[in-house]
């Protein structure tokens, strides 16, 4: 869970990047940072909080140079301090690198285990430094060559920019888990942009030239493209990605984000038919899938949720704690919606199930008859370990209860989610993308022992 952004050979380099991660802000709300290269030299202003935050008027002076990298971070490995913020830089033999990092690495901890029992020492928790360790130990000749053969060590998921020598570097990891774009400015054709999604492209008026493939290396430099196939696994593109986390304004892997959550919502449909009165999204990720669904069923479609989009990343909670006051700050229901009515609510996913719970009360204390909830996803029962941030088995809601019990938890009067055929028949495509469907099934592509976690560090950065 994260953004990443990168720009070759534009004057305004730091400004682009800024407005491409603006656009990929949903995929990470703790930190932002850019890094411009400029003769070789590498500038950053990295800190905690969103992209209109971080980044004023007065910064951009600081982030000279005609090549940039930036990153939008949400926590999955190292904790939420300044120390992790990306991108990360180093100085190596012959150059400074900076790196901006989308996934997770599954082996992390072994290798930095390893690599501190050999003397290495890491300035921050992020398992993205492991590459960086990697490729400063290597013995290959230049940059490409010892990020092959650091990126031949570790395993997971990863999507990858840096900027070194005022150059452009993207890398995929062989399943391509996680995406990865490259475009080019439709007003500077010489201007190649790389992103996370297509909905950055969209903001700067850049055209898509394609995905990246999983397990290439793409350097752009003054010469132009030049790109290096590492080894080819069986793809593993993350169906979350379509199910809730991309924008639903992108297109990955040839397949519309949009599309898909509509075709989702149909078979959700055709699949868990009830009787109602008004279908009615969980916003704002509900919103689409709910719209198939109330197309194929043919019961109108009405927003009796509506979200406070002003809502801050923290807030003070009175002492006299008002009842669901978090998901009441975020969502306020709409009584002449939904008062005597039988309603149909429809969420992207089912985790834990407190979320849930809380909407479901807030409409039937709103007067609604009958609140059936529907899942345009299948049951999420496993932990993601590529770069999402689900929580453990344990306190998956669905891993240890029948939808009838999820009902009886979430105060609903019928529970029930998109079956996993129905979700591979609407993300289906033309492009023959395989999926990870693992939270779904418990069935992971790379084989591994789970992180327990490290010890945590005594030093705490304020």
């Known amino acids: 869970m994260c953004g990443v952004f990168g720009v070759f050979n534009h004057p305004e380099a730091a400004n682009l990047t800024y407005l491409g ?18 003769g070789g030299t590498l500038h950053a202003v990295r800190k905690m909080g969103l992209v209109a935050e971080v980044f004023t008027s007065e910064v951009f ?12 971070r949400y926590t999955t490995a190292g904790g939420s301090l300044p120390k992790n913020i990306q ?27 390893d690599l501190e029992e050999d003397g290495s020492i890491f300035s921050s928790q992020s398992d993205t430094e492991v590459i960086l360790q990697l490729m400063a130990r290597s013995r290959a000749g230049g940059f490409v060559e010892r990020l092959i053969d650091a990126l031949g060590r570790v395993r997971g998921a990863y999507s990858l920019v840096f900027t070194t020598d005022d150059r452009l570097i993207a890398a995929r990891d062989p399943h391509g888990f996680r995406p990865l774009v490259l475009g080019r400015l439709r007003s500077h054709p010489d201007c190649y942009v790389v992103a996370s999604e297509t909905c950055a492209f969209d903001l700067i008026e850049a055209e898509k030239i394609r995905d990246i493939a ?58 868990t038919a009830v009787p109602a009165d008004v279908v009615v999204p969980v916003p704002d990720s509900g919103v689409v899938a709910a719209l198939g669904f109330a197309k194929a069923s043919q019961i109108p479609f009405e927003m009796g949720l509506i979200r406070n989009h002003y809502v801050g990343r923290t807030f003070i909670e009175p002492k006299d704690s008002i009842r ?39 409409i039937r204390a709103a007067g609604a008859a009958e609140v059936h909830l529907r899942i345009s996803s299948p049951p999420v029962i496993s932990p993601c370990y590529y770069g999402i941030d689900t929580p453990t088995r344990a306190e998956l809601l669905a891993s240890t209860h029948n939808p009838e019990e999820v009902a009886r938890y979430v105060t609903a009067d019928t529970v029930r989610y998109l079956s996993p055929e129905g979700l591979m028949q609407a993300v289906r495509g033309d492009s023959g993308v395989t999926y990870c469907t693992s939270c779904f ?12 976690g490290r010890r945590q560090l005594r030093l705490i950065e304020v």
């Open 87 to 113: 991108p990360l830089t180093a100085e190596a033999r012959h150059s400074s690198i900076a790196v901006a990092h989308n996934g997770n690495l599954i082996n992390a901890e072994q290798l930095r285990d």
């Open 61 to 72: 002076a600081q982030l000279p140079g005609r090549v940039a990298i930036g990153h939008v």
């Open 441 to 452: 099934t418990g069935e992971y592509p790379l084989r591994f022992t789970p992180p327990q």
């Open 324 to 362: 669901h006051f978090g998901v009441k700050l975020k969502l306020n229901p709409v009584p002449q919606v939904l008062k005597g009515r039988r309603v149909i609510v429809v969420d992207d996913s089912l985790v834990r199930g407190t979320t849930s719970r809380k909407i479901v009360k807030m």
């Open 214 to 271: 999983p397990g290439e290396i793409l350097i752009i430099d003054e010469a132009g493209l030049q790109s290096v196939q590492m080894r080819r696994e069986t793809r593993r593109f993350c169906v979350f990605e379509h199910v809730y986390f991309a924008r639903p304004d992108s297109v990955l892997d040839d397949l519309s984000v949009y599309d898909a959550r509509i075709a989702m919502g149909e078979q959700l449909a055709r699949e």
């Open 21 to 38: 991660l603006h656009a990929l802000q949903h995929r990470g709300q703790e930190s932002a940072g850019i890094v411009t290269s400029q």
